[in-house]
């Protein structure tokens, strides 16, 4: 009477453990700004046939511009990415973009009084990058050991980055004495801009980062349950800190490659980027609650934000209904993302 | 039936005590675990229980007392050295990341890699998913769908998801907290018979419980706790619901 044998009391498990409509739902979210847009693309080119009886995506020219327009709001979204997924986010990536510029125009500069001019160039680059990473060591501390909440403490960077970016630059833009670093930023292998190719590179070495390495897995279950990812035996504190040296260093790089097209370094330089990579990561599919998003969605997210920026000029609409078209599609993506939450929360609680 | 008297208790506290300031959370405790022996803990809300087993599994520090496993006294600065020493503890809720699959869960912090290329290291989720479907199989719990989140599962699933992960690294303790709380009756069924699946294996379970009827379905002995105080133990087979009620309201 007191003990039960397993048998007894064995019950079988739920027999479909993936409910079809569900994983179904998941995959279109994944997919949807991929199908957004193809969707957007079509849009603008029967707009444009209509209007102008041009193609818009057929054009390679058009192409190219979108894929260049995409690169600096790609890398400070890949890093955001990473930040998102861990149920953070980070406001100062925009300024320490504009400090990257600013340090790898003065270092390519400064270093191509003594060096050849490709090794200054490289010099300039890494300066950047490492500059950059300044900020993040401080985010990463604040957050982690003194447990500032990230909006808050990168909220404060975005101050210390902004002022700090200004004082450097002293008020204007610092243009680049350096061919290679022109060319980098403005030559092309084989018709497609070197600027391209390396953010291609770097996205899909985000991509290994993020869904190969531990430091990805952690990264969502730190996202996910931050109690389960302490509990694993997983150090947090030493988590938090690399994840936000890895998203200043994105930005980092995005200055040092946005200081390459433009020949100058500006601390203004990403100031308009920071809410384009927030909106492409969400875009992207990503949750802001942490847990779940892919580069690859946010790859798609920022195409989506420079087709909309790109073709609106491009069929000759105003310039500002941009912003408000990026906004809807923050907001639509957004309220998928609530709407899939709660349905999955209802099946999950039975 | 038990060989208790001559070789060593798997787990033995002696003399355990923890206080929080002027609140003495637990007092003068003692209890041993062997191996195969399932020892439910009870006890009125604020009895000590969790404090207990936090003091057990590492959280925290003992005020006074000591912890010995297998005769050797033991102390453990952090949940993970009680880990590495096999004493595993599964919290109700916060035990998995739900956004992972079972493989994932199990290896969350030590996952395998493999190298593609000859030289890059990746996740070896391949490896993951053929030891949670073995190490689920072990639990009698079959799962077609690895690859799911283990959002996908139900309530009592998730609570097998936890303890597969203890039994894969190989916890000869498993310390479970209301582990069939919140749960429904056919799933807090599915947990009972994981217990006793536990209890086969040779590993010793300490479970708490405020269900008379869980803790008869599957312990040895019971131990009751009142004001940080042990109000109690008895083997199950020579005791009775209304013992152990006024046991642990006491008088
Ligand atoms: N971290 C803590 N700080 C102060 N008091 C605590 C703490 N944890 C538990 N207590 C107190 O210790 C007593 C026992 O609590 P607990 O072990 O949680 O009981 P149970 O799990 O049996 O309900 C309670 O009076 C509780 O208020
Ligand atoms: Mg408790």
Not at chain 2, 7 to 16: F, G, W
Request: with cysteine.
């Amino acid at each position: 009477m007191t003990s039960t044998s397993p048998t007894e009391t064995h019950v079988a498990p739920q027999a479909d453990h993936g409910d079809p409509a569900r994983s179904w739902l998941a995959r279109i979210a994944e997919g949807r700004a991929w199908l957004f847009l193809a969707g957007l693309i079509i849009c603008f080119e029967v707009w444009s046939r209509l209007s102008f009886g041009a193609t818009f995506v057929l054009n390679p020219f058009n192409v190219q511009s979108i894929a260049i327009f995409a690169v600096a709001p790609l890398l400070l979204a890949t890093g955001q990415t990473f930040v998102i997924i861990s149920g953070g986010i980070d406001l100062s990536l925009g300024f320490i973009m504009g400090l990257a510029a600013v340090v790898a125009a003065h270092a390519t500069n400064m270093a191509g009084v003594a060096m050849p001019v490709p090794l200054a160039m490289m010099l300039g680059i890494l300066a950047a990058v490492i500059v950059a990473g300044v900020p993040g060591v401080i985010n990463g501390l604040l957050i982690s050991r003194l447990r500032i909440p990230p909006f808050i403490g990168t909220l404060g960077m975005f101050g210390v980055a902004r002022g700090a970016a200004f004082l450097l630059a002293g008020g204007t833009t610092v243009p680049v004495q350096n061919s290679w670093f022109a060319l980098l930023g403005n030559g092309r292998f084989y018709g497609v801009p070197y600027l391209v190719i390396i953010a291609a590179v770097f996205v899909v070495v985000m991509h290994y980062i993020l869904s190969q390495t531990r430091f990805g897995q952690h990264n969502y279950a730190i996202g996910a349950n931050v109690q389960a990812a302490s509990r694993a035996g997983i150090d947090i504190k030493g988590h938090i800190l690399r994840l936000y040296v890895l998203s200043a260093m994105c930005a980092g790089l995005g200055g040092a490659l946005y200081a390459a097209r433009f020949t100058a370094g500006a601390a203004q330089a990403g100031e308009p980027l920071l809410l384009d990579s927030v909106a492409a990561v969400v875009i992207g599919g990503a949750s802001l609650f942490g847990g779940s998003g892919t580069i690859f969605g946010t790859v798609a997210g920022a195409l989506v934000i420079a087709v909309i920026q790109y073709g609106l000029v491009f069929v000759n609409v105003e310039p500002f209904w941009q912003f408000i078209a990026v906004g809807l599609v923050i907001i639509i993506s957004v309220l998928i993302d609530q709407a899939q939450r709660r349905f999955s929360g209802a099946r999950q609680d039975e | 039936m038990n060989s208790s008297e001559q070789t060593a208790p798997l787990l033995e506290v002696r003399h355990l005590s923890k206080h929080f300031g002027a609140v003495q959370a637990l007092n003068d405790f003692s209890m041993a675990v062997g191996p195969g022996e399932v020892v439910a803990l009870a006890g009125d809300n604020g009895a000590g229980k969790t404090t207990l087993i936090k003091a057990i599994s590492g959280v925290f520090q003992p005020t006074g007392g000591e912890i010995l496993l297998r005769g050797q006294p033991v102390t453990f600065a952090t949940p993970q050295e009680a880990r590495e020493k096999g004493i595993e503890t599964i919290y109700q809720d916060l035990a998995l990341a739900d956004n992972l699959s079972i493989g994932a869960n199990i290896f969350l912090g030590r996952e395998p890699m493999r190298k593609v290329f000859g030289f890059l290291p990746v996740l070896d989720r391949k490896a993951m998913a053929v030891a949670a479907k073995q190490t689920m199989g072990r639990l009698d719990f079959h799962v077609s769908r690895l690859d799911a989140p283990v959002s996908n599962f139900s309530g009592g699933q998730r609570q097998a998801v936890a303890i597969g992960r203890a039994v894969y690294w190989d916890a000869q303790i498993l310390i479970m907290d209301e582990p069939t709380a919140a749960l429904g009756v056919p799933e807090q069924r599915k947990v009972i018979s994981l217990i006793h699946q536990l209890k086969a294996q040779g590993r010793g379970v300490i479970f708490i419980s405020h269900n008379l009827q869980d803790i008869f379905a599957v312990s040895d002995r019971i131990v009751v706790l009142r004001r940080g105080i042990q109000a109690g133990e008895r083997k199950i087979s020579e005791t009775n619901h209304d013992e152990v009620v006024k046991l642990m309201v006491g008088g």
